[in-house]
């Protein structure tokens, strides 16, 4: 995944450390929040001992099945591009799909557009609902998160949906990335 850049303005972001996006597409600063990123004592001490938040029970992210088919609906339209879009809601799970156009128009990467993603985050504002998940797709790769992905994630709050189309089935994974580690999330998909 690449830059999903410049949101200073966004009231609704945590307070946050101002570091520059390593995106060489991209010249706009990034927000990384501090609350929900792992110091690096806690990254080792959960490597070493097998314990802490990665053993966690954690509750599924959830979706609906609307949302799941505008997700792949999506990601099929744009192939063989890469596909990328937010999801807004509540409490953790999913409600509303914000189809974002890729401005890279690439098989292989995606970014966005800082002036969309904040008229997007304005009008979730409206709907009372916040950022819950960012996705995109895979067109011709497994779903699961490139280190490209994991090195411009700088929303670590925000579940991480990546749909493959390698197969003749998409295939839906959620990941959780924090720093430099990206971990399975459970979802589940609700009528």
């Not at 410049?6 to 996006?21: A, F, G, L, M």
């Not at 792992?38 to 959960?46: A, D, G, K, S």
């Not at 411009?152 to 994974?173: F, M, N, T």
Request: net charge positive.
């Amino acid at each position: 995944m690449h830059c999903i850049n410049n949101v200073n303005s966004i009231k609704s972001i945590q307070p946050s450390v101002h570091r520059e996006c390593r995106h060489h597409h991209c010249q706009n600063p990034v927000r990384f929040t501090k609350s929900n990123r792992p110091c690096r004592l806690e990254q080792v001490e959960v490597a070493a001992a097998g314990v802490g938040r990665a053993n966690l029970i954690e509750t599924p992210f959830s979706l609906t099945r609307a949302v799941w088919d505008e997700i792949i609906r999506d990601s099929l339209e744009k192939k063989p591009n890469e596909t990328c879009g937010l999801l807004s809601g509540r409490n953790g799970s999913a409600q509303t799909v914000w189809r974002m156009e890729n401005i890279l128009k690439s098989p292989v990467a995606f970014a966005m557009d800082p002036k969309q993603i904040q008229q997007v985050f304005h009008k979730m504002a409206l709907r009372g609902e916040h950022l819950v998940g960012i996705y995109h797709s895979h067109p011709t790769a497994p779903p699961i998160p490139s280190p490209e992905d994991i090195a411009y994630c700088h929303y670590p709050e925000a579940a991480y949906l990546i749909v493959s189309l390698a197969s003749p089935q998409p295939v839906l994974g959620c990941f959780r990335i924090e720093g430099s580690f990206a971990r399975m999330h459970p979802y589940s998909v609700r009528n």
